[in-house]
């Protein structure tokens, strides 16, 4: 059952943020409010550094005078083209008080660096992180909507490289189809807390350029999912991708891959955001980070020659 603040809160974004959104004519500006709410501000406890690695940039935060337990990958969102790592603080904080060493690359963006750029900006930092740690079979990744599909495109392009893949990966309400072809774009198009069906073309449009929608390296839905990590997905029941969430946990399951999809009732599009908000945010964080920690560690047990 969703709680009282999230009937609230997602009210409140239908009538105010979804609003607004849809006003707007270009990406521009559609950028500019999506990140109007990112101020540096002083996180107590944490150690935020600036990251820069094969021509990315971004930051590494883990908890202050603490040894962190699991190195995350997080992929942000902002629908391709907007958004940043401050703007996805309060996720990626929230992790490394949750014992993992964060590093969240500022991947490049559309429509100034549309596709494959954003996901050959993820397999560098990936590839970086793993020289960082050394013991690449305890790394995982996160990600959420474009940052989300991202994740999971990383996934489809280290496979094709026989690249080590990571632990586990967490994916919060993923963007994995921009041929936009899921039915809850259409039956979840008034309730979705945030976006219209409509505005979702034009950022397809930037983010492709002149690329196939059906690309499995733009839209994992229709790659070969066999042979991936463990996946968590997160969707809420009213989002307009919700049948991306869905389709791509019933895919890779039929592919052999071990995922655990669960439908959260009532809540936004990204409600891991909304921590301050609604209750439903910290355990939606509380059971990735368990799960995530939860495969590294069985990886690393496993590297050294045991299972725990």
């Known amino acids: 059952m969703a709680s009282f603040k999230a009937h609230i809160f997602s009210f409140m974004m239908r009538h105010t943020f979804k609003r607004r959104l849809a006003k707007l004519k270009t990406l521009q500006d559609a950028r500019a409010?999506?990140?109007?709410?990112?101020?540096?501000?002083?996180?107590?406890?944490?150690?935020?550094?600036?990251?820069?690695?094969?021509?990315?940039?971004?930051?590494?935060?883990?908890k202050a005078g603490t040894t962190p337990r699991t190195p995350l990958l997080y992929l942000h969102g902002g629908g391709f083209f907007a958004c940043s790592p401050l703007t996805h603080r309060p996720i990626t904080t929230t992790f490394a008080r949750m014992g993992f060493?964060?590093?969240?690359?500022?991947?490049?963006?559309?429509?100034?660096?549309?596709?494959?750029?954003?996901?050959?900006?993820?397999?560098?930092?990936?590839h970086a992180v793993r020289a960082i740690v050394a013991d690449e079979r305890r790394i995982v990744v996160a990600g959420d909507s474009a940052g989300g599909g991202l994740s999971a495109s990383l996934l489809l392009a280290l496979k094709n490289e026989g690249a080590p893949m990571p632990a586990g990966v967490a994916l919060f309400s993923p963007f994995v189809d921009l041929t936009l072809s899921g039915d809850s774009m259409a039956f979840n198009a008034s309730r979705c807390a945030m976006f219209h069906p409509e505005g979702f073309q034009r950022v397809v449009d930037a983010y492709l350029a002149?690329?196939?929608?059906?690309?499995?390296?733009?839209?994992?839905?229709?790659?070969?999912?066999?042979?991936?990590?463990?996946?968590?997905?997160?969707?809420?029941?009213?989002?307009?991708?919700?049948?991306?969430?869905?389709?791509?946990?019933?895919?890779?399951?039929?592919?052999?891959?071990?995922?655990?999809?669960?439908?959260?009732?009532?809540?936004?599009?990204?409600?891991?955001?909304?921590?301050?908000?609604?209750?439903?945010?910290?355990?939606?964080?509380?059971?990735?980070?368990?799960?995530?920690?939860?495969?590294?560690?069985?990886?690393?047990?496993?590297?050294?020659?045991?299972v725990k």
Do not use: C
């Open 210 to 306: 002149d690329a196939n929608p059906r690309d499995p390296m733009a839209s994992p839905l229709f790659g070969k999912l066999d042979n991936l990590p463990p996946l968590l997905i997160h969707v809420g029941a009213d989002e307009t991708l919700l049948d991306d969430a869905r389709r791509f946990a019933q895919s890779a399951q039929d592919a052999g891959t071990a995922v655990s999809l669960q439908v959260w009732p009532v809540v936004p599009h990204v409600w891991q955001l909304f921590r301050k908000a609604i209750p439903e945010a910290q355990q939606s964080l509380e059971q990735a980070a368990a799960f995530l920690h939860t495969q590294a560690d069985a990886a690393s047990s496993f590297d050294s020659g045991f």
């Open 101 to 126: 060493e964060v590093f969240v690359p500022d991947y490049r963006k559309s429509p100034e660096h549309p596709f494959p750029a954003g996901l050959n900006d993820a397999q560098q930092a990936y």
């Open 33 to 62: 409010l999506m990140g109007s709410g990112a101020r540096p501000r002083i996180h107590r406890g944490l150690d935020i550094q600036a990251w820069h690695v094969n021509g990315v940039a971004g930051e590494r935060i883990v």
